[in-house]
């Protein structure tokens, strides 16, 4: 069985500069999460998805931040502008969600770099 | 609120000593804790979860206890290997109070040396 997969694995910007993360979780998986990681943290959760629909974007910082999962398959999550502490790693995850099973796989993650 | 707070690193430890790395949770009614690894270079994995109190979560050696008297879900391995070296997060999610994303602690980096 395929994993989740993210691209790119590494990005380098600018500070205002734009970037956008593509993330394609497990076949037949319902739900697809955002998590950022910030150097020396936790993960902590930007927008949770159940199908093509937003469960929680309650952290989401959305005067800069926007994700869409179109068909209810792969998302992208996309930061405009970028600010110096968006520098983190972001984790995308996805859970089958049917019965009791809410584990969640993680792909290996997106480095950004703002500078 | 939901929290999880573990244990602050880095721990190094020689080839086959105890490990116990510590976590407590803070949560209303009856949360699932996880320990989740990150390998050098890779994804988060699950390691091993508990889904009710005093029950126990193995792999791999590991073991994690729910302990809902003093609201823990302490980490432990009997003979640490190299092939050990990681970072382990504790994480719970709460889905009494309608969320089921995970809340993860801030991970604490383990070395194992030779």
């Known amino acids: 069985e395929a994993g989740v997969a993210q691209s790119p694995r590494y990005k380098i910007i600018e500070k205002r500069q734009s970037v956008a993360f593509w993330c394609n979780p497990i076949s037949g998986h319902a739900t697809l999460y955002w998590y950022q990681q910030i150097l020396g943290q936790g993960p902590k959760l930007l927008i949770q998805f159940q199908n093509n629909g937003v469960v929680d974007d309650s952290q989401l910082p959305k005067d800069r931040f926007s994700a869409e999962r179109l068909k209810g398959v792969d998302s992208t999550l996309k930061i405009q502008p970028a600010k110096l502490e968006d520098s983190a790693v972001y984790l995308c995850?996805?859970?089958?969600?049917?019965?009791?099973?809410?584990?969640?796989?993680f792909g290996p993650g997106t480095r950004l770099t703002v500078t | 609120g939901n929290s999880v707070t573990q244990m602050e690193g880095p721990v190094t430890l020689s080839e086959e000593a105890f490990l116990t790395i510590n976590c407590t949770y803070t949560?209303?009614?009856?949360?699932?804790l996880f320990w989740y690894v990150q390998y050098p270079g890779e994804g988060l994995q699950l390691l091993l979860k508990?889904?009710?109190?005093?029950d126990k979560g193995s792999n791999k050696g590991f073991e994690a206890t729910y302990r809902k008297e003093t609201t823990s879900f302490h980490l432990e391995k009997g003979s640490v290997q190299v092939s050990d070296s990681a970072v382990y997060f504790c994480?719970?999610?709460?889905?009494?109070?309608?969320?089921?994303?995970?809340?993860f602690g801030t991970g604490t980096r383990l070395t194992v040396i030779p």
């Open positions: 994480a719970l999610i709460n889905l009494q109070t309608g969320a089921n994303n995970l809340f």
């Open positions: 949560a209303t009614g009856y949360p699932s």
């Open positions: 508990a889904t009710k109190a005093d």
């Open positions: 995850a996805s859970s089958l969600n049917g019965g009791n099973s809410y584990e969640q796989y």
